[in-house]
């Protein structure tokens, strides 16, 4: 019997210090991606560095699949700037462009967006009974643009069985090749 | 090198190394072109000026003449461009509204000169826009292939809203 | 694909791509347009994996010239390492 579970076993052949080798060089992939992600949200400055954009509201100018970088530093808003907001009680975070700004003297600021493609304005996308937006709700400044990058977030987001199968087959994968 | 998926693997990845690298060059090439335009805006007329609900509204058009034919390059994938009225009022330090927006995908057709152009209303929070002075400026944000977003400000006019209602004839 | 024949390939995938790189960002330039760019070095890619993919016969022209083998009979009995490495096994 434990000979069959032996051969079953994809990694009953691999010695056990390899198993443990392997292990580390998956956990030092997964660390370096988040090193890299905890780097780049001090250098911005906002809490999600970087963006995927998942709507074709901002057609022809980003695409769903395209990746944004975002930024967040004190300067004030200004009309044009393309920023990522996420509303109340709504999940996924809005990239539109600001269409209206109102800067109090006390520094508060009232932001109206639209989106390029979209015929009016986002009153409609807010929660009920809000005409503005504030700073609080606004994630970042896109600043920089790699088009396409994106995609197979997309497909993750249209096939959420996708991604348990893509961490599973390279789970596997990482764990059990061996170094020749 | 050993296997025929090795082999694939490494020069597939070599090969988008080499795109990235040429993209990269795309991107600072853009430093090389010219990025000055000229442009001539100038107010046409206020054709409405009045308020609802206690808040002041304002149609303005303008005439834009511009050419931006030179700012197209390779790195270009569109421009936006749009036109601002910046204002102040007792109640805010600073507002800026677009009164114009303009999607420019191709050269062909970013020789502009337009007359009497309108699109959004301009409408203020409260009643500030009476007697105040405007200032239209012309905008343009450059979505490139890849790389830096960019906003650019050239060309400005003032102009001063009238110190009475101004009705529609059709309104 | 032996040994020499890999350092060949290596040799001819990254020329290959790179002067296709090149030769699409020059002419890309001139055009102004990217697209030509981008297709270039698809092109070089493609090019290469039909040239480097295959065990083509150029590749394989220094096989190693292993030693002969040499069949001595042993002090060590070979039947018995087979049944050892069984028993270490199971425990």
New interface residues.
């Given amino acids: 019997m ?2 069959l579970i ?1 051969k079953l076993n994809p990694f009953s052949n691999i010695p056990k210090y390899q198993i443990a080798q392997q292990i580390i060089n998956f956990g030092l992939i997964v660390s370096t991606a988040l090193m890299i992600w905890k780097f780049l949200m001090i250098a911005s400055g906002s809490e999600s560095p970087i963006v995927v954009v998942l709507s074709g509201s901002m057609k ?3 695409e769903r699949g395209d990746l944004l970088y975002l930024d967040m530093n004190e300067g004030p808003f ?5 920023v990522v907001f996420k509303i109340e009680g709504k999940e996924i975070p809005i990239v539109h ?1 600001i ?7 006390n520094g508060l600021v ?1 932001i109206l967006t639209k989106g ?1 493609n979209n015929p009016v304005d986002d009153r409609g996308l807010y929660a009920e009974g809000q005409l503005w937006l504030n700073r609080n709700h606004i994630i970042g400044r ?6 396409y990058v994106g995609m197979v977030t997309i497909m993750m987001h249209d096939f959420p069985q996708l991604k348990i199968f893509l961490v599973v087959v390279l789970a596997l994968f990482v764990l059990s090749t061996r170094e ?1 | 090198m050993y296997s025929i998926t090795q082999r694939a693997n490494t020069i597939i990845c070599f090969g988008g190394m080499v795109l990235f690298g040429v993209l990269l060059l795309n991107v600072l090439s853009r430093a090389f072109f010219p990025n000055h335009v000229d442009v001539d805006i100038k107010l046409n007329s206020v054709t409405r000026l009045n308020k609802r609900n206690s808040i002041e509204y304002a149609e303005v058009h303008f005439d834009l003449q511009t050419d931006l034919r030179p700012l197209f390059n390779w790195n270009t994938k569109m421009l936006f461009l749009y036109v601002v009225a910046e204002y102040q009022t007792k109640q805010n330090v600073i507002s800026q509204e677009v009164l114009w927006d303009h999607i420019l995908m191709d050269k062909e057709k970013a020789n502009i000169d337009v007359k009497n152009i309108f699109k959004y209303y301009l409408v203020d929070q409260g009643l500030g826009l009476r007697n105040n002075t405007i200032n239209l400026t012309f905008n343009y944000n450059v979505i490139p292939i890849s790389g830096l977003l960019t906003r650019h400000k050239d060309g400005s006019h003032q102009f001063k809203l009238n110190d009475r209602y101004l009705l529609d004839k059709y309104y | 694909m032996d040994f020499e024949g890999q350092k060949y390939a290596e040799t001819v995938y990254q020329n290959t791509i790179i002067v296709f790189g090149i030769l699409g960002w020059i002419i890309g330039f001139y055009q102004q347009s990217f697209f030509i760019t981008f297709y270039a070095v698809a092109l070089g890619t493609i090019i290469s994996l039909i040239l480097c993919l295959p065990n083509w016969k150029m590749f394989c022209s220094n096989q190693l010239k292993w030693q002969p083998l040499n069949v001595e009979p042993t002090t060590s009995p070979t039947s018995t390492s087979p049944k050892l490495d069984s028993d270490k096994k199971r425990k």
Wanted: proline share 7%; glycine share 10%; net charge negative.
């Fill in positions: 434990s000979e032996g022809p100018a980003f200004r009309v044009g700037e393309i462009r269409l209206q700004i109102h800067e109090k003297s009232d390029d896109a600043r920089g643009y790699l088009p020749q």
